[in-house]
């Protein structure tokens, strides 16, 4: 498999993780084995906002990449995605907050369907945050690729 393309599945998974471990609402026994306490929620930087998350993980991969002057507009359209990507998953987490009082009420077939909706919503995201990875990458050299590959891992290392 090519490296852009693991590279690609491994943010997915992992921004998935985190729209999953962000939403900030009581999971009890269903989410044990994901890391996550007993709220639902995971430890260190996965506790913040993920818009916050983003720019801050986007400050690092910029400060490491030493982009040229012609790289900038794909960056700036990376970054874009990278940030509509951001508060997505904010208004998800929030939408699963409101909805996390009625959800123990709903039977077991209401609220597969529910999170099968949630998943196919998070499904054509990160569609679209997979094909604006493959666009930036290609834009950069190998030794940039390299740095965007180490730093995404170090961003991934927790889910492993």
């Not at 910029?62 to 970054?79: E, H, I, R, Y």
């Not at 409101?98 to 569609?127: F, L």
Request: aromatic share 6%; net charge positive; glycine share 8%.
């Amino acid at each position: 498999m090519k490296l852009h393309t693991k590279l690609t599945l491994g943010l997915i998974s992992s921004l998935f993780a985190v729209s999953l471990a962000t939403a900030g609402t009581k999971m009890g026994p269903y989410h044990s084995g994901m890391g996550c306490d007993g709220m639902g929620m995971m430890s260190g930087d996965m506790k913040m906002d993920p818009v916050a998350r983003a720019e801050k993980h986007l400050g690092e991969l910029k400060a490491k990449l030493n982009l040229t002057a012609d790289q900038q507009p794909a960056w700036q359209t990376f970054s874009g995605h990278v940030n509509d990507q951001a508060k997505n998953m904010a208004a998800m987490r929030d939408q699963m907050r409101g909805n996390a009082q009625s959800m123990p009420k709903k039977t077991a077939p209401e609220r597969m369907a529910k999170m099968a909706d949630w998943m196919k919503d998070r499904a054509q995201n990160m569609d679209k945050m997979a094909g604006a990875v493959k666009t930036f990458y290609a834009t950069l050299t190998t030794e940039q690729q390299a740095t965007f590959d180490t730093v995404q891992m170090s961003h991934m290392g927790r889910w492993q």
